[in-house]
């Protein structure tokens, strides 16, 4: 499909609608030609007014309004290109045309303005036609994270270590993740955790004599419980003796799937201070489970659970995906009823977002048939809503992603007392991240300013070794940073 601009190059926010009602299409982006009527089109113009015009699939729409400030043109003709293309495809979606993947942050913006609950619904309604069921789920889930962003030290930081290693590939994963069963495999792991607690040293080293301390932890992938009980035990040291870690208040551990959980290792996991871990399902329902290409069943994960339970773990998560391939609404109902019954801590809904680098792309045709008139996932992550709300488990984090099924998002429950801090800092961007090992990012905040200043590490285990001293380029400005805390 082409999309044409002229006197304008406002394409990512445009992209961004389209992709709302395009999902996984392709676009061609022309700023200096002509528009071409006859085909699929969309025309986005600035002249002495503004002007949005569509043909998809034969159906046409029109939209003008006047000229405005050019602090305001991008925002207006997104509105406009949402209320074209809703009239052409019949379908308005629940987020509006906020293409953002942190509402949230704009509803604690509204609140800290002293707008009131209604007034924060309003102002989200008009400018972006945001539903009142979004609405509701954004507030709700300000509401129940304020005593813990209220809480944070602005001295303080979050410590993740990243494990880029899972038993196999699931077909909807786009994570930078390497197979423990592929070829190397055994001589890499070693290998990346020896470069990992290294990484974990000199940061110890540097972090000595700062104005700062080690708020949260969370080790996340991949899969960490790929990696052997001695392995996970071995970097849980490392940090505990480089690291001040005696002011944490929560210590996250993926032991994600269970194809790779075993006693020994949820035994170091526990005995090396880990506070809070997930196990992750993703579905109860054993067919789809095959279909994503996953090694276990629904009765592997509970055994998982339940041994947790025995080793005394007292905060678990449980993530799950909305819209995965074979999986129906009846299915998605039964993974939410029988996850409640095991009473975890916090349930993780996320929707499925399908990408580029995920196996899945390659049969993705499949998810633009029906797309905007099935409603399918929309009704799987509303019935979570209702069914977790109900039983005492609030949303307390919420983010969305391009390319995700029906425009839908990705939310966080908890019971009272049991939200996960890191995950609300990151999405919030409240809290300075260290980041060590393959795909971290570390994200520092001035919070004088709110500038954020982001390094990454290499993505892949075989660069993160290879080129570990060019990486670790950006130390002295990290260090210099931490100085003037």
């Known amino acids: 499909m082409t999309v044409y601009f002229e006197n304008n190059s406002y394409k990512y926010e445009t992209e961004a609608v389209m992709k709302l009602f395009c999902p996984l299409e392709g676009f061609e982006f022309v700023f200096d030609g002509k528009c071409d009527e006859a085909g699929d089109h969309v025309l986005v113009s600035v002249t002495d007014k503004l002007t949005v015009s569509a043909r998809l699939g034969g159906k046409t729409g029109h939209m003008e309004e006047p000229l405005c400030d050019e602090s305001e043109r991008e925002l207006a003709l997104c509105r406009m290109l949402y209320r074209v293309m809703s009239e052409i495809t019949g379908v308005s979606p629940e987020w509006g045309c906020l293409t953002g993947i942190r509402p949230v942050k704009k509803v604690n913006a509204l609140i800290n303005e002293g707008c009131s609950q209604d007034e924060v619904y309003e102002r989200l309604h008009e400018k972006y036609f945001i539903s ?50 592929s070829r190397g495999a055994t001589v890499l792991i070693p290998q990346y955790v020896e470069m990992l607690c290294r990484e974990i040293t000199e940061l110890g080293e540097m972090l000595k004599g700062k104005n700062t301390y080690c708020d949260t932890i969370y080790i996340g992938g991949g899969t960490p419980t790929s990696l052997s009980a001695e392995q996970i035990e071995k970097i849980m040291k490392t940090a505990e003796k480089s690291i001040d870690i005696s002011h944490i208040r929560e210590y996250t551990v993926e032991a994600g799937r269970a194809d790779s959980i075993t006693e020994d290792k949820l035994i170091a996991i526990r005995d090396n201070g880990a506070t809070r871990i997930s196990i992750n399902p993703q579905t109860m329902q054993d067919s789809v489970l095959r279909a994503i290409g996953r090694q276990h069943t629904a009765a592997k994960f509970e055994e998982c659970f339940n041994l947790a339970r025995r080793l005394g773990f007292d905060n678990i998560n449980t993530d799950t995906i909305a819209g995965l391939p074979t999986d129906t609404y009846e299915g998605f109902k039964d993974t939410i009823d029988r996850l409640i019954a095991l009473a975890p801590e916090s349930i993780t809904v996320h929707t499925l977002t399908v990408k580029r680098s995920a196996e899945l792309f390659k049969s993705a045709e499949s998810f633009r048939e029906g797309y905007l008139t099935d409603d399918s996932v929309s009704r799987m992550v509303n019935y979570a809503f209702d069914a977790l709300t109900e039983n005492g488990l609030m949303p307390y984090y919420l983010y969305r992603q391009k390319n995700t099924v029906g425009n839908l998002e990705n939310v966080g429950y908890a019971r009272a007392g049991k939200e996960s801090l890191y995950n609300i800092y990151i999405m919030e961007e409240a809290q300075n991240i260290l980041a060590c090992g393959a795909s971290g990012s570390t994200k520092l905040i001035d919070h004088s300013t709110g500038k954020i200043t982001r390094f990454f590490n290499y993505k892949y285990p075989y660069e993160y070794i290879s080129r570990y001293d060019k990486m670790m380029g950006y130390k002295p400005e990290l260090e210099k940073f931490l100085a003037q805390l």
């Open 132 to 181: 009142r069921r979004k609405s509701d789920l954004s507030y709700l889930t300000a509401v129940t994270q304020t005593p813990m962003l209220k809480s944070l030290d602005p001295k303080s930081f979050s410590l993740y270590i990243g494990i880029p290693f899972c038993p196999t590939r699931c077909s909807y994963c786009s994570f930078v993740s390497h197979s423990i069963r």
